[in-house]
Nanobody, 127 residues
Framework: QVQLVESGGGLVQAGGSLRLSCDAS????????MGWFRQPPGKEREFVAA????????RYADSVKGRFTISRDNAKNTVYLQMNSVIREDSATYYC????????????????????WGQGTQVTVSS
């Protein structure tokens, strides 16, 4: 079983950048598809980005495509979310999640397919 801890959240001005990290322990990250999700205040949790076990394939929500980049360093057991050109609508609690898969190429945008979740890190974008 993997434990996930997010970090890197905080207050950022619109147009700025932020990098979130998700550190894993208890299991090697290379056996999991990894995803980032977010939950704005008063709204449902939504998909942001996912990366396959191989690190080659990625998937993004339309709302962040071209601005956010997901990456992983399996040697460090860490997944990142680089957030550029942030806007107020990016304000949310961001969660990383792990989905155990055998395929090296699969990504997933479906919440219920992820078995393990971190506690979240808050991102607030000011105008």
């Amino acid at each position: 079983q993997v434990q996930l801890v997010e970090s890197g959240g905080g207050l950022v001005q619109a147009g700025g950048s932020l990098r979130l990290s998700c550190d894993a322990s208890g299991s090697t990250l290379r056996t999991y598809v990894m995803g980032w999700f977010r939950q704005p205040p008063g709204k449902e949790r939504e998909f942001v980005a996912a990366i396959a076990r191989s690190g080659v394939f990625t998937r993004y929500a339309d709302s962040v495509k071209g601005r956010f980049t997901i990456s992983r360093d399996n040697a460090k057991n860490t997944v990142y979310l680089q957030m550029n050109s942030v806007i107020r609508e990016d304000s949310a609690t961001y969660y990383c999640a792990a989905d155990p898969r055998t395929s090296l190429a699969t990504t997933s945008a479906t919440i219920h397919e992820y078995d393990y979740w971190g506690q979240g890190t808050q991102v607030t974008v000011s105008s």
